[in-house]
């Protein structure tokens, strides 16, 4: 293994700027830098992260704190993506990731900025954790840079990132009505989540505009889930007077409930309708492919990981609020009402 005591031979220059190189110090010259970090390039040269470390005073690595109330885990189509896209853009700026190994519902039992700063991570980003846990004030006052994915979280360090919720369910809605729809139901996470709750609020607003009804009795629970989902199907089948389509805040509960009614001999997208939210890869090789909003997940890892950079580099940045746009995507789960 090269060390900089060999690029700097090679390069002409002294081990000292060969250092100050690999430590982003700005009193490099630019042609210098180039020459440095080609030869690196060509001579395979690794820094070393803990020397690195030490003299930036980073670790070069983030904490994940990963919570999720359903229990599904990393395995979930939607965590899943998200997170392979921070993994990959954070990986291109030096960092590690760690996961923090506890899904208790209060963040363990130090909290999450007490858990952060044991393990000196540069920062943390925040997956699945739901508005009440305890030790979320703490982490969003505390000095350490911190992104949240799906949760409204504002601070001197903490900023946060969503697709937009309210404008998905809005299309969702809009489509059905387009397509002859009156009566529409709603499957979903009411109020513990950011994305339940906003998705339930573009619903009700879209309905209001629309001048169509709103009936609690077609507001049916779901926490994500696909079997979550096949319960909300069973509920719909009691109702006396169910509506004609339904708006499902997640593709796993309008699988789920597509498996249901199709279980009772009922045809999703002739029979009744349903509108899916998320877009993971399954939901288009269901019978019939499921017509959802798309979430797009790469942009939300990419977005969140440079913002979370940024944030750690550069101590003046202010913390971000992102929202990234949805896509309505038809398939076959929609029927048309003349």
């Given at each position: 293994m090269p060390t900089i005591y060999d690029i700097a031979k090679r390069a002409g220059v002294s081990a000292a700027t060969v250092s100050r190189v690999f430590n982003g110090r700005p009193d490099v010259s630019p042609r210098t830098r180039e020459k440095i970090e080609r030869i690196a390039r060509e001579m395979g040269y690794q820094p070393n992260a803990v020397a690195r470390g030490l003299a930036t005073k980073r670790s070069m690595t983030i904490g994940v704190f990963f919570q999720d109330h359903v229990n599904s885990g990393l395995r979930h189509p939607f965590f899943h993506d998200v997170l392979a896209a921070f993994k990959d853009v954070v990986g291109t700026y030096g960092y590690d990731l760690?996961?923090?190994?506890?899904n208790a519902e209060d963040g363990g039992p130090e909290g999450f900025a007490a858990r952060a700063r044991h393990r000196d991570v540069d920062g943390v980003l925040l997956v699945g954790v739901p508005r009440t846990d305890p030790a979320l004030p703490a982490m969003v006052q505390s000095d350490i840079p911190c992104m949240s994915i799906d949760l409204d979280l504002l601070g001197p360090r903490a900023g946060y990132l969503s697709s937009d919720n309210i404008g998905g369910a809005r299309q969702a809605v809009c489509?059905?009505?387009?397509?002859?729809?009156?009566?529409?139901?709603?499957?979903?996470?009411?109020?513990?989540?950011?994305?339940?709750?906003?998705?339930?609020?573009?619903?009700?607003?879209?309905?209001?505009?629309?001048?169509?009804?709103?009936?609690?009795?077609?507001?049916?629970?779901?926490?994500?889930?696909?079997?979550?989902?096949?319960?909300?199907?069973?509920?719909?089948?009691?109702?006396?007077?169910?509506?004609?389509?339904?708006?499902?805040?997640?593709?796993?509960?309008?699988?789920?409930?597509?498996?249901?009614?199709?279980?009772?001999?009922?045809?999703?997208?002739?029979?009744?309708?349903?509108?899916?939210?998320?877009?993971?890869?399954?939901?288009r090789y269901v019978t019939p492919g499921l017509t959802t909003i798309r979430q797009n997940k790469e942009e939300m890892g990419t977005q969140a990981a440079k913002a979370l950079v940024s944030l750690i580099e550069s101590p003046q940045t202010a913390p971000p609020v992102l929202t990234i746009a949805t896509e309505l995507v038809e398939r076959g789960t929609v029927a048309i009402l003349r």
């Open positions: 760690l996961f923090f190994a506890s489509h059905l009505y387009e397509k002859g729809h009156r009566t529409i139901g709603f499957v979903g996470d009411r109020y513990g989540t950011k994305p339940g709750h906003d998705r339930l609020l573009g619903y009700q607003q879209t309905l209001m505009e629309l001048g169509l009804p709103f009936r609690q009795d077609w507001i049916l629970p779901g926490d994500f889930t696909e079997e979550s989902g096949y319960r909300a199907g069973e509920m719909y089948l009691a109702l006396e007077d169910p509506p004609t389509a339904v708006f499902c805040a997640g593709d796993m509960m309008a699988i789920g409930m597509m498996r249901c009614l199709a279980d009772h001999g009922l045809v999703v997208g002739r029979d009744v309708s349903i509108v899916g939210f998320d877009d993971i890869a399954v939901a």
